[in-house]
């Protein structure tokens, strides 16, 4: 089956530090990826995405690349801020899956200090 | 921004109780989803509707039941609450391929 591992956090950052945060997948055929963001005391807002490979992912000034030989799609931001702080969560959608089940990983705190 | 709606934001019930989450979204969708989010953060899928008259269990299995009777209401039961339940309780919905999923705020169920 489809699975998603997410690097364990959590993560503390100073402000202005540079963010990455692994995310890779199993899964078969050819899945979108997706990263998520859930601030606190909030549902899960859709961050980025990308549907094949090689596409690049950005919003916010974070990115992620979707790379199919790596099986990977790291979320990275060059200077975070404290509103950064939030949990971040990796997602697929199986190419095949027509009613939109989205499988994730066990998400990623991330702390940023000013 | 997503016009997805949920109600109560913060439950705290006793034992044996029958409680009811409402979820509503404003956008039409077809698809409608509800996870449980243990304290570790991790989602989990219990849930979801294709439409109307169309409910399927997740990957999670879950004594809570949900009905679509309308397009924009999801609503989730649970017959007689326990300890266990305790857990944040996300809705959310999607339209065509589901590509994007748009979720609620939540609500935080706590069962003393």
């Known amino acids: 089956g489809n699975s998603v591992t997410q690097m364990e956090g959590p993560v503390t950052l100073s402000e202005e530090a540079f963010l990455t945060i692994n995310c890779t997948y199993t899964?078969?055929?050819?899945?979108?990826l997706f990263w998520y963001v859930q601030y606190p005391g909030e549902g899960l807002q859709l961050l980025l995405k990308a549907t094949k490979a090689d596409d690049k992912g950005s919003n916010k000034g974070f990115e992620a690349t979707y790379r199919k030989e790596t099986t990977s799609f790291h979320l990275e931001k060059g200077s975070v801020q404290v509103s950064d702080s939030a949990v971040y969560f990796c997602?697929?959608?199986?190419?095949?899956?027509?009613?939109?089940?989205?499988?994730f990983g066990q998400g990623t705190i991330l702390t940023v200090h000013p | 921004e997503a016009d997805i709606y949920q109600t109560p934001r913060y439950l705290v019930i006793g034992t044996g109780k029958k409680i009811t989450l409402e979820c509503s979204q404003t956008?039409?969708?077809?698809?409608m989803y509800w996870y449980q989010q243990d304290p570790g953060m991790e989602l989990h899928l219990i849930h979801y509707?294709?439409?109307?008259?169309?409910?399927e269990k997740g990957d999670l299995s879950s004594e809570s039941t949900v009905s679509r009777i309308r397009t924009e209401h999801f609503p989730l039961t649970l017959e007689s609450a326990r300890p266990s339940h305790t857990s944040q309780y996300l809705c959310?919905?999607?339209?065509?391929?589901?590509?994007?999923?748009?979720f609620g705020a939540g609500t935080r169920l706590s069962v003393l």
């Open positions: 959310a919905s999607s339209e065509g391929q589901g590509v994007i999923q748009y």
């Open positions: 509707s294709y439409g109307v008259n169309s409910t």
């Open positions: 899964a078969t055929g050819y899945p979108s």
């Open positions: 997602a697929l959608k199986d190419g095949g899956t027509s009613y939109g089940k989205l499988t």
């Open positions: 956008m039409g969708h077809d698809k």
